[in-house]
């Protein structure tokens, strides 16, 4: 039995992780750098260790602080919320070495999706549809040229160690390529220490749709449904819904039901997301994260799971709560990532939080750490707050979020909501009519405020 878990994250999804824990009446230990002292997700655990000072490599990403203090508070199992340790199938092998549970999927299978060549290959042998390419390394510009003219310009150079979108090259004509490759190559060098690239065909105007899903590990996969994360910045989602304006009930279905088979066949375990880019009507596989995810409470909204209960259910050998004909889809929901930024032109805003009134009302939930007197540290991610709504419909949903957008306090630091109230009142985004490009274009066309 689980009945006390190490966090090994800190801010708003810290704190998530420690309110599934105490209603599930399990205690929880808080790790903490030296900046986060302070850190509301250290106040409410049940015991914090310090593990470290600020820079991320010395503190949460730092795995013989981490384990040792998982030994030295009895903890059962880790959980390690998104980023930082969360993808990292080594940590996920050390944890179980030293008898303590891992609360996320099998390490072989972080390690599977963690390989961008390996795991399209294993999903396209599963049955899922991917996008057409090189089906494997591509190793010289030769091979490249037959390919890409096969395939029909333009075409995509990505790096296989690489994913969220660094170390990607577009090519738009054959004189290109070779240099694209080579640039590639270099970039995923440097970044990755692996060089290895290949080679699809470019979409041009897709949107990002992702699937959740949840396994027992033992042959038993259920979805929750789709997010559309189309709406981001240089590669950093702004705002997600579910489901995508794009797609009708039956198309979820039928997505999901190739997700499960696949995932079943290889006894996925616990929370996992499957990335597709959609374009045309047509679902093409490109990466699967095998983690707990930013925008998962949207997901929570319209079908009222608690995806991090379930996640330790799973953990400590429960079975999956319900089936998928008990999955039920309600209304529509919304998630704005609030972070510490200029809304003009995105340059970070650490600093102190002199006065905070979240909203609240019906159908509105805030997952964040701040507090009034909080000081947002220049050392981690600027995501400080997700305002997430919940609608009948899409269009109350959008109305509900207006309003909780003019609630929101946040004084001292500069956020993004600006940004969110200007996007909401789109006529393009009202209508659901955008794709993976549409937020760079809308932020590049409208006026300084
Ligand atoms: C693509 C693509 C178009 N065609 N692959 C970027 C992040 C990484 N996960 C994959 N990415 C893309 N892969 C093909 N064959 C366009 C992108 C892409 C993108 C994808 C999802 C969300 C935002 C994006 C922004 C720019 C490019």
Redesign the pocket.
Known sequence: MIEKILIANRGEIALRIHRACHEMGIQTVAVHSTADAHAMHVRLADESVCIGPPPARDSYLNMPAILTAAIVTNADAIHPGYGFLAENANFASIVEEHGLVFIGPRPDHIELMGDKIASKARMKELGVSV?P?SDGPVTNAVEARRLAADIGYP??V?ASA?????G?Q?VHEADALEEALARARAEAGAAFGDDTVYI?????R?R?IEIQVLGDGEGTVIHLGERD??L?RR?Q?IMEEAGSPALNAAQRTQIGEVVCTALARIDYRNAGTI?F?YEDGEF?F??MNTRLQVEHPITEMITGIDIVREQIRLADGAPLSLRQEEVTFSGHAIECRINAESSVDFTPSPGQVTNYHPPGGRAVRVDSALYAGYTVQPYYDSLVSKLIVHGATRNECLLRLRRALEEYVIDGIQTTIPLHQEIILDQNFVNGDYD??WL?KFVAGRGDR
Request: charged share 25%; aromatic share 6%.
């Open positions: 996008v390419g075409v995509i990505k690489g994913g969220g979108g660094r990607m577009v699809e065909k470019y979409l041009t897709p990002h994360c189309s981001q590669h989602k990335e880019l093409y490109i990466e993976i490009h760079e």
